[in-house]
């Protein structure tokens, strides 16, 4: 998961391509995608990998870490 962290954090269009919704990556691809957690794993998990999930926050919403 590492990698994929990795990779995501490289890839600046993702946040705004995928805004308010959930991304699945496994390896260098989002494989999944959409507003849905259960529906997002359940599609990544045919993959066949476990995939890394993350909640992209809104436009309109600032995270702080």
Do not use: C
Request: glycine share 6%; hydrophobic share 40%.
């Amino acid at each position: 998961m590492e990698k994929e962290y990795a990779w995501f954090l490289l890839q600046t269009d993702l946040e705004k391509r995928y805004s308010g919704e959930y991304i699945a990556i496994v390896g260098n691809s989002v494989v999944a995608h959409g507003k849905d957690f259960k529906n997002v794993l359940k599609k990544a998990e045919k993959k066949g990998e476990e995939p890394f999930i993350y909640k992209v926050p809104p436009k309109d919403k600032l995270m702080v870490v």
